[in-house]
């Protein structure tokens, strides 16, 4: 038989999912008197908000909001109305309520002072545990009842139970389908179709690109970072898009903070036309005819890969690239040489599988739900985080709309109890 959780004359929420947008809600709620249980499927909450803060939280961008609106692309207009109500500066107030202290980096992103998340963490639920939320850790949400309760599955070493609890509010907030080992796996995804909720693919965002490099350059050059270049692309629309930065050489193909930038343009790009092409500058802080200059100098006894090295500054593994991606004919002409190390072209095939990317694309649909997040098909039950449909470069905007739409979902539930007990 299953357990079933007794009954509050109070209202009482639950809160299922403890990443930043399921914990940005319980504390909303919490804060404004009604009982919350918060459940996760993992032994502790939080999981990937952790491992965000491994090479450095960054939690937000300091750009003005009308800059930063513009970088959830197509969602914009969805996220406004929550980035309005919970923007990146009252974000930074909030983490200094915590007493954490904030700094911008070189870039506009703004960090936790000691970069950690930990601390944060720590603070918040402190703060949680002090409005009362009560923590069920090992709990999987997996559906409903006939009768619209929230079925449960609690799992302790060898021990599984099944619990059914009633709950007068619900936020969802299960993140997407990456990094599955820290909890989401985006198994709501059926869960949420089954009551004929529109929930689009989850797709990888922020993710790598296969190529399939020789063995010679995949032994030499994988993890090896390629600074200081610029990145194209060009969008369905035939919109071109260029972001100068850093890629990382991996051993399957490539990756790093600029790839991820331009990454929706080309894994939609695959998935229109079954290729995309990602064109590489070299040397963005040079023309092509500075570049031509230095090649028609004199090389002497250099082969034509030192010659590059020692004339252009060229790393080895720029040069090697290049070599891995141009057939000799180009090496022999200068000015096509000079040309190809502005414009070096890579054919992308195929994306990285989701559970290796940093976050999701697709999830709930927009008109699924109402202004305040609640899912219209299910009254009383709302939804927040990575686990609705829109996605973002990395640069803080992540966790950003997931704290934002956790706020209003929190939100969203205070008034919907209100006009339950009216
Ligand atoms: C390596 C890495 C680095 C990142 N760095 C940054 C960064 O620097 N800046 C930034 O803005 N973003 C970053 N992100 C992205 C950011 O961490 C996520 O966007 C954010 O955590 C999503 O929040 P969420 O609350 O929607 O979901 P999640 O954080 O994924 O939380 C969802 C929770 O729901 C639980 N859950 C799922 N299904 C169930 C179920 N059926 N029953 C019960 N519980 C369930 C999970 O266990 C999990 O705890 C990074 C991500 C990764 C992977």
Same mark, same amino acid.
């Given at each position: 038989m299953?357990?079933?959780?007794?009954?509050?004359n /109070?209202?009482?929420?639950?809160?299922?999912?403890?990443?930043?947008?399921?914990?940005?809600?319980?504390? #909303?709620?919490a804060?404004?008197?009604?009982?919350?249980a918060?459940?996760?499927?993992?032994?502790s909450?939080?999981?990937?908000?952790?491992?965000?803060?491994?090479?450095g939280m960054?939690? #937000?961008?300091?750009?003005?909001?009308?800059?930063?609106?513009?970088?959830y !692309?197509? !969602?914009?207009?969805?996220?406004?109305? *929550?980035?309005?109500?919970?923007?990146?500066q009252?974000?930074?107030?909030?983490?200094?309520?915590?007493?954490?202290?904030?700094?911008?980096?070189?870039?506009?992103?703004?960090?936790?002072?000691?970069?950690?998340?930990?601390?944060l963490?720590r603070?918040?639920?402190?703060?949680?545990r002090?409005?009362?939320?009560?923590? *069920?850790p090992?709990?999987?949400?997996?559906? $409903?009842? +006939?009768?619209?309760?929230?079925?449960?599955? /609690?799992?302790?070493?060898?021990f599984?139970?099944?619990?059914?609890?009633?709950?007068?509010?619900? =936020?969802?907030?299960?993140?997407?389908?990456? $990094?599955?080992?820290?909890?989401?796996?985006?198994?709501?995804?059926?869960l949420?179709?089954?009551?004929n909720?529109?929930?689009?693919?989850?797709?990888?965002?922020?993710?790598?690109?296969d190529?399939? $490099?020789?063995?010679?350059?995949?032994? /030499?050059?994988?993890?090896?970072?390629?600074?200081?270049?610029?990145?194209?692309? #060009? +969008?369905?629309?035939g919109?071109?898009?260029?972001?100068r930065?850093?890629?990382?050489? %991996?051993?399957?193909?490539? &990756?790093?903070t600029? =790839?991820?930038?331009?990454?929706?343009?080309?894994?939609?790009?695959?998935?229109?036309?079954?290729?995309? &092409?990602?064109?590489?500058?070299?040397? @963005?802080?040079?023309? #092509?005819e500075?570049?031509?200059?230095?090649l028609?100098?004199?090389?002497?006894?250099?082969?034509?890969?030192?010659?590059?090295?020692?004339?252009?500054?060229?790393?080895?593994?720029?040069?090697?690239l290049?070599?891995?991606?141009?057939?000799?004919?180009?090496?022999?002409?200068?000015?096509?040489l %000079?040309?190809?190390?502005?414009?070096?072209?890579?054919?992308?095939?195929?994306?990285? @599988?989701?559970?290796?990317?940093?976050?999701?694309?697709?999830g709930?649909?927009?008109? &699924?739900?109402?202004p305040?997040?609640?899912?219209?098909?299910? @009254?009383?039950?709302?939804?927040?985080?990575e686990?609705?449909? $829109?996605?973002?470069?990395?640069?803080? *905007?992540?966790?950003t709309?997931?704290?934002?739409?956790?706020? =209003?979902?929190?939100?969203?539930?205070i008034? *919907?109890?209100?006009?339950?007990?009216v």
């Amino acid at each position: 038989m299953p357990d079933s959780i007794p009954s509050f004359n /109070e209202p009482r929420v639950a809160v299922i999912g403890g990443g930043p947008a399921g914990l940005m809600a319980a504390e #909303t709620i919490a804060a404004a008197g009604h009982k919350v249980a918060l459940y996760d499927a993992m032994p502790s909450v939080g999981r990937k908000f952790l491992l965000a803060g491994v090479g450095g939280m960054n939690i #937000t961008h300091s750009e003005p909001h009308e800059k930063l609106l513009t970088r959830y !692309s197509k !969602s914009s207009a969805f996220l406004k109305p *929550y980035l309005d109500n919970f923007s990146s500066q009252a974000l930074c107030d909030w983490i200094h309520g915590l007493g954490i202290n904030t700094f911008v980096g070189s870039s506009g992103r703004v960090f936790p002072t000691d970069m950690k998340a930990a601390p944060l963490l720590r603070a918040w639920l402190h703060r949680l545990r002090e409005l009362d939320v009560e923590f *069920y850790p090992r709990h999987r949400w997996v559906g $409903w009842t +006939d009768e619209g309760g929230l079925k449960l599955v /609690e799992q302790k070493n060898n021990f599984i139970a099944e619990k059914i609890i009633t709950a007068d509010a619900v =936020v969802l907030a299960l993140g997407g389908a990456s $990094w599955q080992r820290l909890g989401s796996d985006g198994a709501w995804v059926n869960l949420l179709r089954e009551k004929n909720i529109h929930v689009s693919n989850l797709l990888p965002s922020n993710c790598g690109f296969d190529v399939d $490099w020789s063995d010679k350059f995949q032994s /030499e050059f994988a993890g090896a970072p390629l600074q200081t270049v610029r990145l194209m692309a #060009t +969008d369905s629309l035939g919109v071109k898009h260029s972001i100068r930065g850093e890629a990382t050489i %991996a051993k399957t193909g490539i &990756e790093g903070t600029s =790839v991820y930038a331009l990454s929706a343009k080309l894994r939609d790009s695959i998935l229109a036309k079954g290729f995309a &092409e990602l064109i590489v500058d070299l040397l @963005p802080d040079l023309t #092509t005819e500075k570049i031509l200059a230095q090649l028609n100098k004199p090389r002497g006894k250099n082969s034509i890969s030192n010659f590059l090295r020692k004339q252009l500054n060229l790393p080895a593994v720029k040069v090697a690239l290049l070599r891995e991606l141009t057939p000799m004919s180009i090496w022999q002409d200068n000015l096509q040489l %000079a040309n190809t190390l502005k414009n070096l072209s890579l054919k992308l095939k195929v994306f990285r @599988p989701i559970d290796e990317a940093i976050s999701t694309a697709g999830g709930i649909k927009a008109n &699924e739900l109402t202004p305040l997040l609640m899912l219209k098909n299910i @009254p009383g039950v709302y939804c927040a985080g990575e686990m609705l449909d $829109w996605e973002a470069p990395t640069g803080g *905007y992540l966790l950003t709309a997931c704290f934002a739409t956790g706020r =209003v979902a929190g939100q969203g539930v205070i008034n *919907y109890l209100q006009r339950n007990t009216v």
